[in-house]
């Protein structure tokens, strides 16, 4: 038995709901419950994200709460609720709004839906509910929520679909900087090297009528953090779907290139355009795989979507990752995922302390060259030079720059990162024993 139990770590369903807000420049989200509420914004306006726009500092925050708490629940809520909608819809800069509310408000039965609808029947903005679903569910759930909630309730009009218009669903725009403006570039990059135009990425940065150009898109894309809106916003565009996996890596851009290429008849075209990008990545890595990657020790904490692609990656270039602790429940990936990741030694999902402590035994001994993972598992090991942020939340490494971690571009990028690391690691441990 270890010698603490302790809480799991994992990042709460709210939190991913607020990437997912932090995403939608033009979206307003009121939450029914207590100061909390508003905290979980702090952990990623100016801290994960330095371009996040969900705080202001004259107090026009996209992210409000009602306060309401168990002294005051049996009070007038919906009237409380229902003058902040409408607040919040009279904003300038409002595109949408997103009403929910914590458990211990919505056993109290009130009916949001109601509420919303007719707090803002004399307004002209989108509104959704956001209700989560019973159970245990964690931060991929939050953010593929809002994007589903945004599938079935935007107002599509007559969908006006063209064969070449496509839609990208799924993205996880997890803050606004560098990287991610980065990947943005890159997949638009890869989609129209096929023909394609890509009329709508659902998350990006842009605003809410931009996500509704989607009834453009003749084909849905949708990538593993947004499955489910992408088959309901298939079926009601009437649209042809298509599910890729992450192009996370030069094995996973590979594989979405060549699925593009079957589905729409450019077999060639999908030939060639890897058949560069390999060409052109391969001499840039020769030095890095020998000395950086070559029998290599490798960690990850994070996001088990992309500890696929982390894995393959690594594994490709002569490296052995000897751990993997993921802050997600493990039904988020296929059984075959699931199944793969888990022949790793050490493979942990929303870990306990002692599994992170027995990490951190390892990287003291010297059994990891490197660990890349997300600042929340950081905090608990410490692991000085060898670590390497990646993910949400990143509290001490931030992009000011495009610098794109998908797609062929961005694999170069993200190696680019880990090498430097190594090395790095390598080049100045010996001072550090010596201490």
Same mark, same amino acid.
């Given at each position: 038995m270890p010698s603490r139990v302790g809480v799991r770590i994992t990042i709460p369903?709210?939190? *991913?709901?607020?990437? #997912?807000? @932090? #995403? +939608?420049?033009?979206?307003? !989200?009121?939450?029914?419950?207590?100061? &909390?509420?508003? %905290?979980?914004?702090?952990?990623?306006?100016?801290?994960? =994200?330095?371009l996040s726009t969900l705080l202001s500092c004259d107090s026009g925050h996209r992210i409000q709460h009602t306060?309401? @708490? +168990? !002294?005051?629940?049996? *009070? =007038? &809520?919906? *009237?409380?609720?229902?003058?902040? $909608?409408?607040?919040?819809? %009279?904003?300038?800069? &409002?595109? #949408? +709004?997103?009403?929910? *509310?914590?458990?211990?408000?919505?056993?109290a039965g009130t009916d949001y839906a109601r509420v919303m609808r007719e707090a803002l029947s004399a307004s002209r903005k989108p509104s959704f509910v956001l209700t989560p679903p019973a159970g245990?569910? =964690?931060?991929? =759930?939050?953010?593929?929520?809002?994007?589903?909630?945004?599938?079935?309730?935007?107002?599509?009009?007559r969908p006006k679909p063209a064969a070449r218009s496509v839609a990208l669903v799924g993205y996880l725009m997890d803050r606004n900087e560098g990287e991610h403006r980065g @990947? $943005?570039?890159?997949?638009?990059?890869?989609?129209?090297?096929?023909?394609?135009d890509p009329v709508s990425i659902w998350l990006s940065g842009r605003p809410y009528r931009e996500l509704r150009e989607v009834r453009r898109a003749g084909t849905v894309i949708s990538l593993p953090h947004g499955r489910k809106a992408g088959r309901i916003l298939a079926k009601r565009l009437g649209a042809r779907l298509i599910e890729a996996g992450l192009p996370f890596g030069l094995e996973g851009s590979r594989r979405f290139m060549e699925l593009l290429g079957g589905e729409f008849g450019r077999e060639a075209a999908a030939r060639r355009f890897i058949a560069a990008e390999l060409d052109a990545a391969a001499p840039r890595l020769a030095w890095s795989v020998p000395h950086a990657f070559l029998n290599r020790r490798f960690a990850f904490a994070g996001d088990p979507h992309y500890a696929v692609g982390f894995v393959e990656q690594i594994e490709a270039l002569g490296g052995r990752v000897s751990a993997l602790l993921l802050t997600a429940d493990p039904r988020h990936l296929t059984?075959?995922?699931?199944?793969?990741?888990?022949r790793r030694p050490t493979t942990a999902f929303q870990p306990l302390p002692s599994a992170v402590e027995k990490l951190w035994k390892a990287l003291a001994r010297g059994e990891a060259d490197l660990i890349v993972g997300n600042g929340l598992v950081f905090r608990e090991l410490k692991p000085g030079l060898r670590w390497m942020e990646f993910g949400f939340p990143s509290e001490c490494t931030h992009f000011l720059h495009d610098e794109p971690f998908l797609g062929f571009r961005g694999a170069l990028a993200f190696l680019s990162r880990v090498a430097n690391e190594v090395v790095r690691g390598m080049v100045l441990e010996p001072a550090d024993d010596a201490a």
């Open positions: 369903y709210l939190q *991913g709901a607020y990437l #997912a807000f @932090n #995403a +939608v420049p033009d979206v307003y !989200f009121l939450g029914d419950g207590p100061g &909390c509420l508003f %905290a979980k914004a702090e952990q990623i306006h100016g801290r994960h =994200d330095l306060g309401v @708490n +168990v !002294f005051t629940m049996a *009070g =007038d &809520c919906e *009237g409380q609720i229902a003058a902040s $909608l409408k607040q919040m819809a %009279a904003a300038p800069g &409002c595109g #949408a +709004v997103f009403l929910g *509310g914590m458990p211990m408000c919505s056993i245990a569910w =964690d931060w991929l =759930d939050g953010y593929a929520g809002v994007l589903e909630a945004l599938a079935a309730g935007m107002e599509l009009g @990947n $943005l570039r890159e997949l638009e990059r890869m989609l129209r090297a096929m023909g394609l059984a075959a995922q699931k199944q793969e990741l888990e």
